[in-house]
């Protein structure tokens, strides 16, 4: 896999899960810069911030989105980010990753076309790299 | 049982009726009276009575017709129907559509007359008891929806954490264990992880409607050997699908059973069979469907046939990974489909289930 073809923001309210999947992107290689967020809001307003801080950039970023989260859940955050400028938009594909049995949260995901993949905890290494060429041969 | 007297709206053309009808019962109720049909419209409007008494001969309507005027607005009042005449026709009409109670004839007799008011109150309050039930039963309902996925998923959440910090310990070889404890650690976490998808399959499969669907046999069999797979790569399938009838029935219950008898035949194999295998037949006919698995694993004690579907049955000699609840939603779910099951089980040597469900082909 060649180096940096990614971007990836991290969202999710779990410390452990945050250095987990941190740690999973290092080994998978090839994302990088990586952006950690604990609250959809603040992911929320990096993406914003993007369309100024690099108005030309056309590198893919994968939304690592956790569902079930206080104050914003995932679904919440999918919403808000419909509204987000068409230049970083369209940079974005988002996987949602959840604990979740719940049958509605998988049909729910699947109905919303922003939403690019749907994973069931535990992510791994290989699902990982697996996610990432889906979506970047899909561009 | 209420706090307030039982309110009457009582509606006639003319006034002498009213007020005798006042006059014998206004110590007990609470009497509202009309003369014509907008007054007790009106009336309707301001007061929520419980019974409306009406006369059936008015000058420019009946009470029937008065009857079905309102019964969109206001269904819960319980309706009794005055008459002189015996207007059979209206009368038969009225009673068959649900709207009146019951209908007195004129001149009434107080104790009558006292009777049909105090059943009607009796009616409306059971009506609204009902309902009152039927709302705080629907909240109960989603407050229990509500607390189990998210009891399950608050307790799957760390679980799912630890398996994802042992995958990167074994990934990046960080810790050195030469005796297998984080592989101890990783079985147990996947015991749990398990019970706890076989307690939200167990709420499901008593909570889904039943729903009748064409079913393919040979799809779902396939799906679960693929899901199952993983728990012993060695185990060598034989599926023999025969749907010479086309059949109809519950495939969401269907799968819950055969995935659940599909993974314990992988799951309880002998560690030293050099061979295990699992054989599995469907036969489908006009009424019924008869399906066989077949495994050649530990089998069961014969003195614990008996208790295998009980909940949180485990055979102890042979069961070390069980949760106990995977044959108890088998049972659950075939009492759901009306099928049955039989079990023959040699310890040692294998064991056979055979399921039959019934076919809702129509006719």
């Not at chain 1, 939403?115 to 561009?139: D, E, H, M, W």
């Not at chain 2, 592989?183 to 939200?200: A, G, N, Q, T």
């Not at chain 2, 069961?319 to 089980?345: P, Q, R």
Request: hydrophobic content about 40%; proline content about 4%.
């Amino acid at each position: 896999m060649s180096k940096n073809n990614c971007a990836v923001v991290l969202i999710d309210d779990s410390e452990v899960d945050i250095f987990l999947h941190e740690q999973l992107i290092m080994h998978a290689g090839g994302f990088a810069p990586v952006w950690s967020f604990s609250t959809p809001e603040a992911a929320l307003d990096h993406l914003a911030s993007l369309a100024f801080s690099e108005p030309k950039s056309s590198l893919p970023i994968i939304i690592l989105l956790d569902i079930k989260m206080p104050n914003m859940d995932g679904f919440s955050f999918v919403s808000r980010f419909e509204s987000l400028p068409a230049a970083v938009k369209d940079r974005c594909s988002i996987v949602m990753l959840s604990a979740t049995l719940r049958a509605s949260d998988t049909l729910r995901a699947e109905a919303i076309p922003a939403i690019a993949a749907f994973v069931n905890k535990p992510l791994t290494v290989n699902l990982l790299r697996g996610l990432a060429a889906t979506i970047i041969s899909a561009r | 049982m209420s706090e307030h007297r039982i309110r009457i709206l009582y509606l006639d053309d003319e006034i002498n009726n009213l007020n005798t009808f006042k006059a014998s019962f206004r110590r007990n109720y609470e009497i509202y009276t009309a003369l014509t049909v907008t007054e007790a419209k009106l009336l309707l409007e301001e007061i929520p009575v419980e019974i409306i008494i009406a006369d059936q001969r008015m000058p420019n309507t009946t009470g029937v017709e008065f009857f079905n005027s309102i019964k969109e607005k206001y269904p819960d009042p319980i309706r009794i129907l005055l008459t002189g005449y015996t207007d059979i026709e209206d009368l038969i009409d009225s009673i068959n559509k649900g709207q009146i109670f019951r209908f007195i004839r004129k001149p009434w007799e107080d104790f009558e007359l006292q009777n049909a008011i105090a059943n009607a109150h009796d009616l409306y309050m059971a009506r609204t008891l009902l309902k009152e039930k039927v709302v705080a039963l629907e909240k109960a309902n989603e407050e229990l929806n509500r607390f189990i996925y998210s009891a399950s998923h608050d307790m799957r959440s760390p679980l799912v954490s630890v398996l994802g910090i042992i995958n990167l310990a074994k990934t990046d070889e960080s810790i050195t264990d030469p005796n297998g404890y984080m592989e101890l650690i990783e079985s147990c976490i996947l015991r749990l992880d398990e019970f706890i998808k076989k307690v939200i399959e167990y709420y499901r499969n008593s909570r889904v409607d039943t729903e009748t669907e064409s079913v393919d046999f040979a799809k779902i069999i396939n799906e679960s050997i693929e899901a199952n797979r993983h728990r012993n790569n060695m185990v060598q399938f034989s599926v023999d699908v025969q749907q010479d009838h086309v059949f109809r029935g519950d495939a969401f219950r269907t799968s819950i059973v055969l995935n659940n008898l599909i993974s314990n035949a992988i799951k309880y194999q002998k560690s030293d069979e050099p061979h295990p295998k699992v054989h599995l037949t469907v036969r489908t006919l006009p009424r019924k469907a008869i399906i066989s698995i077949e495994d050649n694993g530990v089998g069961i004690l014969h003195t614990h046939l008996n208790d295998i579907f009980r909940m949180f049955f485990r055979s102890n000699r042979t069961d070390s990974s069980g949760t106990g609840i995977g044959l108890y939603i088998v049972k659950e779910a075939l009492s759901m489909m009306g099928g049955t099951i039989e079990v023959d089980s040699t310890y040692g040597q294998g064991t056979k289930f055979e399921i039959i469900l019934p076919n809702h082909v129509e006719e």
